[in-house]
């Protein structure tokens, strides 16, 4: 009786720990269902991303076909891919730090290490695999910003080509290229490595020779443009007229006989709106290539005067090609940017808009240097890095006006760089301009909106020849309309320029000297201006206060030349 009643006892315990895992298997079952249901492939349906664009370019009518399109993807897709704003006519410049973001750079805007091979910014650090790399704490540095195996060095201004060749020969390298610089007085070269050795150990024996001065990399530089609609017929509307005040601005000038010196990629000469305003151009690169259209755009930011209307119309350009390539944007180095800085001091610029930007450069430093101490206005692209980019050059430098952009609704361009070294902020959002081949464009960019102040300096020196770049930053400074927070800020600066209220706050100048002999851009008269004895000094606007950003009544003072 006990065998039967242990061996009863035996099934029942049995039979209850084998209901007990049948439960629970259905439970789990029921919950491996619904993690399959989650992660099934689902269907979302998004707005196309490719857009049509309107040829009726008057009507500034852009559509774009917003049907459904089913996409397959997966469930791990991050959702802040999924839904992004994309401009139609937006393409973003070549980044110059592609491979990591900001987090990853260092005060310089240096990669310090990989986030991920994309650059997309998701959030992965490239960890280290176990095993490789143990101990070393080196950060991983991306040659985004420099040309590899290349670099500028300062040597002996006494060697003859020949001797350079030798030089170089010695140290294992080719001499690209090298020439006497007047403006910072010194002689520089263009070397790159042949023998396979590291940037660092070439670029530490080749200082050590006693006939270099100094050696750093080739450093990068890009154009701060935005990709524009391909280019079409039409004299659309320009908002950033408005904006600038520039209709009353040209009652009082035009900037007749002053000289802007663009240093960007080729300009298209013959485009109507450029016609008869090229007065002198320089080749920097010594390429064929024919005209780009960031220069054209640039420099119809300028002068434009057929059915378009630039910022200073009557200005003449100095076109300096330093900017080339045909696959994506056009790109330029230190050496090539020296060259472009020596040529326009030593042709009678006045002004020298710089439309690009890129890292800190010693020897672009130094060029920018002896260029302000010869009293050339020097104005740059604040950048398109956006908020978190580290300062930018050469807007950056402290003798340059760095500029932002903004739109129709006064609001910054997302990609706009930010930071205390903005000085103003002008039109660069949706800016219609000429194309090459006769043809217009609608871009943006911080590069339009620095053009356009650079014809707006153009038209305070018609106004007074005799202004000097500090008085006309004040100026400018002193009389922009004030945006985003009240006071100086750091996307704004001290606001977006106001092309009349600096006109007026600069007291005429009736001996502007005529334009010189054509064919030149020299201003024979210039020095001997300058030294006159006689020769009034400037004053700094007269305003009440110095946060009074608006403190000129542009109501009370009609305008008439």
Excluded: W
């Excluded at 001996?511 to 210039?526: F, I, L, M, N, Y």
């Amino acid at each position: 009786m006990t065998r039967k009643s242990e061996s009863k006892l035996r099934a029942a315990a049995y039979a209850s720990s084998v209901g007990a895992a049948l439960l629970l298997a259905a439970c789990l079952g029921v919950e491996v269902a619904q993690a399959q249901a989650i992660m099934r492939t689902p269907t979302i349906s998004v707005p196309s991303r490719t857009p049509t664009i309107s040829p009726s370019i008057a009507a500034r009518a852009v559509s774009i076909d917003r049907g459904p399109r089913p996409i397959t993807t997966t469930a791990r897709i991050p959702s802040t891919r999924i839904g992004s704003p994309v401009l139609p006519y937006a393409r973003y410049s070549p980044n110059l730090y592609p491979s990591c973001t900001a987090p990853y750079r260092d005060a310089d805007g240096e990669c310090l290490a990989q986030p991920n091979a994309g650059g997309e910014g998701s959030g992965k650090s490239g960890k280290k695999s176990a095993g490789k790399g143990r101990g070393n704490n080196t950060p991983v540095a991306v040659n985004q910003r420099i040309f590899a195996n290349e670099f500028v060095a300062e040597i002996d201004g006494a060697l003859s080509v020949t001797e350079a060749d030798q030089l170089a020969r010695r140290h294992g390298l080719a001499r690209v290229a090298s020439e006497n610089f007047p403006l910072i007085g010194a002689t520089f070269g263009l070397f790159r490595i042949t023998d396979g050795r590291t940037f660092e150990t070439a670029r530490r024996e080749f200082a050590a020779d006693g006939s270099v001065r100094s050696v750093q990399p080739n450093f990068r530089y890009a154009l701060q443009d935005q990709k524009s609609a391909v280019p079409v017929e039409g004299d659309p509307a320009q908002y950033a007229l408005a904006k600038l005040r520039l209709p009353q601005a040209h009652t009082l000038a035009h900037g007749a006989n002053v000289t802007v010196a663009v240093i960007d990629s080729g300009i298209d000469a013959k485009h109507p709106e450029l016609a008869n305003s090229i007065a002198d151009s320089f080749d920097a690169l010594g390429s064929t290539e024919g005209p780009h259209v960031h220069g054209t755009g640039i420099a119809g930011a300028i002068v434009a005067h057929a059915r378009l209307m630039g910022s200073a119309p009557e200005a003449r350009i100095i076109a300096i090609r330093a900017f080339g390539g045909t696959t994506g944007g056009a790109e330029s180095s230190s050496y090539i940017i020296l060259r472009s800085l020596n040529y326009a001091a030593e042709h009678g610029a006045q002004i020298v808009n710089m439309s690009f930007a890129g890292p800190k450069d010693a020897v672009i430093e130094r060029a920018i240097a002896a260029t302000a101490a010869r009293g050339l206005v020097l104005i740059a692209a604040a950048g398109n890095a956006g908020a978190k980019s580290p300062p930018l050059y050469p807007a950056a430098n402290p003798n340059v006006i760095a500029v932002s952009a903004t739109d129709q609704q006064d609001k910054l361009f997302s990609a706009s760089n930010r930071g205390n070294y903005i000085a103003l902020a002008a039109p660069g959002v949706d800016i219609f301009l000429p194309a090459p081949d006769g043809k217009y464009q609608m871009t943006s960019g911080t590069s339009f909106s620095a053009a356009y102040v650079s014809g707006v300096a153009a038209l305070l020196l018609e106004r007074n020849y005799a202004l000097k770049p500090e008085a006309l930053r004040m100026t400018l400074a002193k009389t922009a309309r004030d945006l985003g927070s009240p006071g100086r800020d750091d996307l704004f600066g001290d606001g977006e320029a106001d092309a009349f209220a600096a006109v007026m706050a600069v007291p005429a100048d009736s001996a502007t000297p005529v334009a010189a002999a054509s064919g030149t851009t020299k201003r024979e008269d210039a020095d001997k201006r300058r030294d006159e004895p006689g020769l009034r000094a400037i004053e700094q606007p007269s305003l009440s206060s110095t946060d009074d950003k608006a403190a000129i009544s542009q109501a009370d003072r009609p305008a008439t030349r």
